[in-house]
């Protein structure tokens, strides 16, 4: 992001990243974000067509439509505020050619200036350990489950670690993930996650695997309780493999909206969280949520899931997640 950059400039830019981007992967934004698109670019077209010239009336629907698609209405205002401005600024009147300023402003917001590092962390001597953290319920297992698919693909020898001892059913999932996809598990009966831990990364040494992927309970209802459990399991990995972990990735559902950014707050309070996994995100009108997410705890969104198989996990992109939010609109 170059700063001061005119809309124009950034938008011919853009234009030229998605031209030269991976067809399928496109694809798979534009299809996973049909329900948002419909939200927000649809609306904004037809809105378009209602009001002619840009005027307070036009401001307050536009708005609701991004309020409606879950951003968040913190980061609505600033953002509608922000394109009062430019369209001052700009001498902008035609509602039409506010588009590319919404599109500017949108990749403008989430990257507010900061580096944004959406690649795994990879310790410089293996094994790189990621902790998965999240409430129950959001596809923590099943993110764990595609993250070591796809790793495997790429080459790594991939360990998954049943540390989630709380939920019923919790072990066997994981274990089933691993018949699937051919990955090792380590999983003990009747015993506490650390020591199921602490047996999984002695055994990763040993064994030379490359990424170990750890799998924690999801109970928020006693912050205390969490904090104190996530505390020790820090305190045993980095025993074990110093500077460890290297990846602490929280899981959202999507689905659940701003409900989503209070889960994200309350894991920020308790340990140190490197990237959102944003599971679902297919199955929302309410695909805003990437832009709060990042605006209200300034945690980057790392991994997206946009369906339900193996390989429908996919590394977040920025520039592909606004393209799928306005497909067509992109075209001469």
């Given at each position: 992001m170059i700063k001061g950059e005119t809309s124009m400039g950034l938008f011919d830019r853009f234009k030229k990243i998605i031209n030269n981007s991976n067809k399928k992967e496109l694809n798979t934004y534009e299809e996973g974000l049909k329900k948002t698109r419909q939200e927000i670019n649809n609306k904004i077209k037809i809105l378009s067509n209602k009001y002619k010239k840009i005027s307070d009336e036009y401001f307050e629907e536009l708005e609701e439509?991004?309020?409606?698609?879950?951003?968040g209405v913190e980061t609505v205002m600033k953002f509608i505020d922000k394109l009062k401005k430019r369209v001052k600024s700009e001498h902008i009147v035609d509602s039409k050619d506010l588009l590319d300023i919404i599109i500017d402003e949108m990749f403008?917001?989430?990257?507010?200036?900061?580096?944004?590092?959406?690649?795994?962390?990879?310790?410089?001597?293996?094994?790189?350990?990621?902790?998965?953290?999240?409430?129950?319920?959001?596809?923590?297992?099943?993110?764990?489950?595609?993250?070591?698919?796809?790793?495997k693909n790429e080459g790594k020898k991939v360990l998954l670690v049943a540390g989630d001892t709380f939920r019923a059913g919790a072990v066997e999932q994981i274990i089933e993930w691993g018949n699937?996809?051919?990955?090792?598990?380590?999983?003990?009966e009747s015993a506490d996650a650390a020591s199921v831990i602490y047996e999984a990364l002695t055994q990763a040494k040993e064994k030379s695997y490359d990424v170990v992927l750890i799998d924690t309970a999801g109970r928020l209802q006693n912050k205390v309780n969490l904090m104190n459990e996530l505390d020790k399991i820090n305190k045993v990995i980095g025993k074990i493999i110093p500077n460890a972990p290297h990846e602490t990735l929280l899981v959202?559902?999507?689905?659940?909206?701003?409900?989503?950014?209070?889960?994200?707050?309350s894991f920020k309070e308790i340990t140190n969280i490197t990237g959102i996994v944003l599971t679902k995100l297919d199955g929302t009108a309410k695909g805003g949520i990437v832009l709060a997410i990042k605006e209200n705890v300034g945690i980057p969104v790392k991994f997206i899931g946009l369906g339900e198989k193996e390989e429908d996990l996919g590394v977040f992109d920025i520039e592909k997640y606004i393209y799928g939010l306005f497909g067509g609109s992109y075209e001469e």
């Open positions: 439509i991004f309020i409606m698609a879950d951003v403008i917001i989430y990257v507010n200036n900061d580096i944004i590092i959406n690649k795994i962390n990879y310790a410089e001597k293996s094994p790189t350990v990621i902790l998965f953290v999240g409430v129950n319920g959001v596809g923590k297992t099943t993110s764990i489950g595609k993250m070591a698919y796809k790793l699937k996809i051919g990955c090792d598990v380590v999983s003990k959202i559902d999507a689905t659940t909206g701003q409900n989503g950014i209070s889960q994200a707050k």
